[in-house]
């Protein structure tokens, strides 16, 4: 698979990465430069709990989504229709602000004889949500990361997000959402069958 899909934004290797207190201290500094006080008893641990949930945050780089969709299933009774996962809450960061993107992802795709543990499509979701993102970056690797791997007939993703920088800062408009669509093979090709994927999307309930 594309070393730019896997890896996208992962310019650090394990190796060559800042040390656990070279991250805290990086923190550390950024609580002085809002004006407050690191030294000060509520502070304390706190550099250790912002690295750690950046851990948890930013975990998608240590994560490969070729890994995580190679298993896969042909046992499905011939089953050969579209099978639409939807709703698929995710948090990622923006890579502009490194503020909270906020939103749910629906994946689709047309199977080639072979379809995915469904688990899987949202595992990928979380993998690239995990790392910092644009919206229309993350729609296209999570589509390109299914289409290279799985090998189906087409893959079709939307994503439907509010960014925090867009709400908590700057502009302020809290609500607005922003939609991006990726479409490749047969979703790309038959208008037919991309009307049918947002009926699906939007007729469910
Ligand atoms: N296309 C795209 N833009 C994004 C995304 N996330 C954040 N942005 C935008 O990135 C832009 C960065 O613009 P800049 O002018 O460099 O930064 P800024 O001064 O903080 O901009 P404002 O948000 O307008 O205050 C802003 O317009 C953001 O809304 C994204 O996922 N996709
Ligand atoms: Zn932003």
Redesign the pocket.
């Known amino acids: 698979m594309d070393a730019v899909v896997t890896r996208i934004g992962s310019a650090n290797t394990e190796a060559n990465r800042p040390s656990q207190k070279d991250a805290e201290d990086a923190v550390r500094t950024l609580l002085a430069w809002a004006g407050e006080d690191p030294t000060r008893e509520g502070l304390l641990d706190t550099p250790k709990r912002v690295a750690k949930a950046y851990k948890e945050l930013f975990g998608g780089y240590d994560e490969d989504p070729v890994e995580v969709l190679g298993r896969t299933f042909e046992e499905v009774a011939g089953y050969d229709d579209m099978v639409l996962v939807a709703d698929i809450p995710f948090f990622s960061h923006?890579e502009?602000?490194m503020v909270p993107?906020i939103g749910k992802a629906h994946v689709a795709y047309m199977p080639d004889g072979r379809v995915l543990g469904l688990s899987k499509v949202a595992r990928v979701v979380d993998i690239f949500a995990r790392r910092l993102?644009?919206?229309?970056s993350m729609t296209a690797q999570i589509a390109s990361a299914i289409d290279t791997t799985l090998a189906p007939k087409g893959v079709a993703v939307m994503i439907d997000a509010e960014?925090m920088?867009?709400s908590m800062?700057?502009?302020k408009k809290q609500g607005s959402t922003?939609l991006t669509t990726t479409f490749t093979g047969d979703f790309k090709t038959d208008a037919a069958l991309q009307a049918r994927f947002m009926t699906m999307l939007y007729g469910r309930k």
Not at 133 to 136: D, G, I, L, P
Request: proline residues 0%; hydrophobic residues 20%; aromatic residues 0%.
């Open positions: 923006c502009h602000h993107i993102q644009t919206q229309e960014h920088c867009m800062r700057g502009i922003t």
